[in-house]
T-cell receptor
Framework: GAGVSQSPSNKVTEKGKDVELRCDPI?????LYWYRQSLGQGLEFLIY????????KSGLPSDRFSAERTGGSVSTLTIQRTQQEDSAVYLC?????????????FGPGTRLTVL | AQTVTQSQPEMSVQEAETVTLSCTYD???????LFWYKQPPSRQMILVIR??????QNATENRFSVNFQKAAKSFSLKISDSQLGDTAMYFC??????????FGKGTSLLVTP
């Protein structure tokens, strides 16, 4: 079946503008995660959604970052007033918690460049 | 806090040879999960192998196997019969009951002909 998809693949924006990044998880996956991968760094957890529960926002670096998940499926990560240090690859992952396997399936990511 | 350390930023191996990538982690949890992910230049993160901490038997997936030493908090990845397609960044990751993955900084593996 279809894997996790993300759009856009690449996004170039000017400092101070808002951006929205989209994630379509694997159908039926109840958990959805956002990570950020900065140049030369590992992956940094941002936010986690599980079903209808309140999201775990503990990884969001500032209040400029927010995310929504509508209808338990598609998620949008919004970055307001972008800064150059926001430039990174933003990866989305989904998993089926009930499987007990805890493995996450990743999308291809969105490369964000803030000029 | 949980941390994952990959002490080898870069490694190189010849085709058909065996290579071992190191990973150590720090946690106070008893139940957790460990993973190795591969990220080729295409940027797509691919799960290579997973290990549950409560299982003593080391996980294997075809040419990939792990050496899981729970007391030492060590989780190394062995790639046998290396292939050119194994060239990629390899990330070690840890997840406890919180489920979010904690990643190491990665090891860049180059397989040469």
């Amino acid at each position: 079946g279809a894997g996790v998809s993300q759009s856009p693949s690449n996004k170039v924006t000017e400092k101070g503008k808002d951006v929205e990044l989209r994630c379509d998880p694997i159908s039926g996956h109840t958990a959805l995660y956002w990570y950020r991968q900065s140049l030369g760094q590992g992956l940094e957890f941002l936010i986690y959604f599980q079903g209808n529960s309140a999201p775990d926002k503990s990884g969001l670096p500032s209040d400029r970052f927010s995310a929504e998940r509508t209808g338990g499926s598609v998620s949008t990560l919004t970055i307001q007033r972008t800064q150059q240090e926001d430039s990174a690859v933003y990866l989305c992952a989904s998993s089926l918690r009930s499987s007990g396997r805890h493995e996450q399936f990743f999308g291809p990511g969105t490369r964000l460049t803030v000029l | 806090a949980q941390t994952v350390t990959q002490s080898q930023p870069e490694m190189s191996v010849q085709e058909a040879e065996t290579v071992t990538l190191s990973c150590t982690y720090d946690t106070s949890e008893n139940n957790y999960y460990l993973f190795w992910y591969k990220q080729p230049p295409s940027r797509q993160m691919i799960l290579v192998i997973r290990q549950e901490a409560y299982k003593q038997q080391n996980a294997t997936e075809n040419r990939f196997s792990v050496n899981f030493q729970k007391a030492a908090k060590s989780f190394s990845l062995k790639i046998s019969d290396s292939q050119l397609g194994d060239t990629a960044m390899y990330f070690c990751a840890f997840a406890n009951s919180g489920y979010a993955l904690n990643f190491g900084k990665g090891t860049s593996l180059l397989v040469t002909p």
